[in-house]
């Protein structure tokens, strides 16, 4: 039978609830199996709800999943929020019988085990830090997690604080283990951890260390960006990566002159990005707009959280599609993409560099916080099978000739100058230009220029297709998702599928320029259409809705965590039963 089995650590910020998940999820890789995890905690330093939860499988894993068999609750918080998750069936693991703050109620059919492990921390080992260790030592001698493994996780991540950190992490270990061994002795668990399997080719990565790569390997010479949550460990990455390949990382004072500098990084021909939030997308409006007047390719990363304005910084939401689409002034095309999962975010980043130089456009890649502290295998990247595409740059014009910087072809993209290329100088403003860059503002001009900027995306519809269907012409629903909730729409949709349910499924990975041929063919081969994403507009059925013949029915979250697979199922079965479909659900 197939392993599928996710344990969730949850309690207070601070009390090492990420680090636990990360030493499970170490020693779940090592011992050869695929992992994805989901973390969130609040944007307090220390205090208030954090959850590490890690699904383990020898399968590939689409989605965070619906819940957990094994539950460490390290508060009574921790156990409230997630009480109404403990099915016949799980396990948990609390802080008690004495020490905690909580006594938990009977629940049928639930494995129970105290371990007093602030208790131990505070009394015994004398250091409150230790409890998490306390807890790590009962979940190896209960689900039996390689003890080796954890151990030489603990080592590789405290060592810098010294050997007595590490020595005392092996003794809370010691004394997690020996309190199961005397009160639970014999006890056998409804759940364990997996035998090792053959290591696979892969790599452990998080989605904005994927992003990093993604762009790294796409050539990426210059990232300009101010940190904000969650974007900023795209840069920390960055730093390490670009290290290697002549690159700068550059911290700027502010989003606008952020955005400032990759502009005038790619303006001297090198490939450029920036990373940021809501609240940095809102100030870099202007500038987006100058690099779509000036033609100048650019990478904009949107990790996104919950807004408006400071919102919920640590927080899941997919509410920014608006502000990316359709934000700046003027008629201003540009465009969007969003990744659904780690591999995406390595793979649809180089897309995007390829698509910014293609067509000398900004474009947005719309990722969110849930998937940016997101962890996942994904196969070693080859660059040997990854295509990367350069810039059309000008060529020096001959004695004479003159350089028409935005010349008028019929792609739309003309060749470009750069510092270097004799003869190719220009000027790069905002203004309304001329072919040759000069400032103009008569009809025909503008005319001319206006179209040029659009006719560049009149077929990338058929030229860059990252869309993928399941399900068949015929289908009683239809389901497109976007960004994270493709993932948990395709777990979703495999069990409805399973059950002989007609549900399809569209996956666009390019947003904006919208895939209306795709969209309008793919609603014509179904009954009915419904867009599951997490904001309370309805964004991106709104989009459809305004650039195509389809009006999509909304299902939408709003509340800062991503819709999970049972979610989707649930509506999808609500539905199937009924002709009389709500224009909008929204969950709670
Ligand atoms: N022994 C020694 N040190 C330990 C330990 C142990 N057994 N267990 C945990 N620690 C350390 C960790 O190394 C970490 O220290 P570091 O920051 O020096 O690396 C610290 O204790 C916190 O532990 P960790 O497991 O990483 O996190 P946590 O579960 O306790 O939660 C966070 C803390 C992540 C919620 C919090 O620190 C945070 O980052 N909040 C978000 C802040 C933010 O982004 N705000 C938005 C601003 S707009």
């Not at 990854?386 to 020096?396: D, G, I, K």
């Not at 609500?574 to 929204?586: F, G, I, M, N, S």
């Amino acid at each position: 039978m197939a392993i599928d089995l996710t344990i969730k650590v949850a309690g207070e910020g601070g009390e090492g609830v990420i680090s636990s998940g990360d030493f499970i999820m170490q020693a779940a890789t090592r011992a050869g199996m695929e992992v994805m995890t989901f973390k969130s905690f609040p944007a307090e330093i220390k205090g208030g709800y954090a959850l590490s939860q890690v699904r383990i499988s020898d399968r590939k894993i689409l989605s965070q999943g619906d819940g957990f068999n094994i539950l460490v609750a390290f508060n009574g918080e921790a156990y409230e929020v997630n009480k109404g998750l403990l099915k016949p069936g799980t396990i948990m693991v609390w802080d008690g019988p004495h020490g905690g703050d909580f006594e938990p109620e009977e629940h049928e059919g639930v494995q129970m085990f105290a371990v007093p492990m602030s208790d131990i921390a505070k009394n015994t080992l004398r250091n409150y830090l230790f409890k998490n260790m306390v807890a790590m030592g009962a979940v190896i001698e209960l689900f039996g997690l390689p003890e080796d493994s954890l151990k030489s996780s603990i080592h590789d991540k405290f060592i810098k604080k010294g050997q007595d950190i590490v020595d005392s992490n092996y003794q809370a270990i010691e004394l997690g283990r020996q309190w199961i061994r005397d009160n639970y002795p014999g006890r056998k668990v409804a759940h364990t951890f997996p035998a090792s399997a053959k290591q696979k080719d892969v790599i452990i990565l998080e989605g904005n260390e994927a992003i990093a790569l993604g762009a790294a390997m796409a050539g990426a010479r210059f990232y300009g960006a101010y940190p904000i949550t969650p974007a900023t460990s795209v840069g920390n990455h960055l730093v390490k990566l670009l290290h290697h390949t002549g690159g700068v990382v550059y911290q700027t004072e502010d989003e606008i002159s952020a955005l400032a500098t990759v502009i005038g990084a790619s303006f001297t021909g090198v490939k450029a990005l920036t990373a940021t939030s809501g609240p940095g997308i809102s100030l870099m409006q202007e500038l987006i707009g100058l690099a779509i007047m000036s033609e100048v390719p650019i990478v904009i990363a949107d990790i996104q959280r919950g807004g408006p304005s400071t919102g919920m910084p640590t927080k899941h939401d997919q509410s920014d599609l608006f502000a990316c689409t359709l934000g700046s002034h003027g008629d201003a095309p540009r465009i969007v993409m969003a990744v659904a999962d780690v591999h995406d975010c390595v793979y649809l980043t180089i897309d995007a560099f390829n698509l910014a130089e293609t067509y000398q456009s900004p474009v947005m890649l719309l990722s969110d916080a849930s998937l940016s502290i997101q962890t996942e295998c994904i196969p070693r990247p080859d660059m040997s099978k990854v295509t990367l595409v350069e810039r059309l740059f000008a060529t020096p014009p001959a004695e004479g000739e003159k350089f028409n910087r935005y010349q008028i072809t019929a792609t739309g993209v003309s060749p470009m100058g750069a510092p270097g290329i004799p003869g190719t100088n220009y000027a790069a403003t905002g203004l309304e230009h001329s072919e040759d860059s000069g400032p103009r503002t008569n009809t025909e001009t503008r005319n001319a220029m206006t179209e040029k900027r659009w006719r560049k995306f009149d077929n990338i519809e058929d030229a860059y297709t990252p869309i993928e269907r399941e399900g068949e012409a015929g289908d009683d629903l239809g389901i497109i998702a976007w960004g994270m909730t493709q993932a948990v729409t395709r777990e979703a949709v495999a069990r409805l599928r399973a059950q002989g349910h007609k549900v399809s499924a569209l996956y666009p990975k390019m947003l904006w320029p919208l895939p209306k041929k795709q969209i309008e063919a793919f609603a014509a081969s179904v009954r009915r259409v419904v867009v599951p994403e997490a904001n309370f507009q309805g964004q991106f059925a709104d989009l459809i809705k305004m650039r195509s013949n389809v009006t999509p029915i909304k299902f939408n979250a709003y509340r800062g965590e991503p819709l999970i697979p049972r979610e989707i199922e649930n509506m999808a079965l609500e539905l199937l039963k009924t002709d009389k479909a709500p224009a909008r659900v929204a969950i709670r």
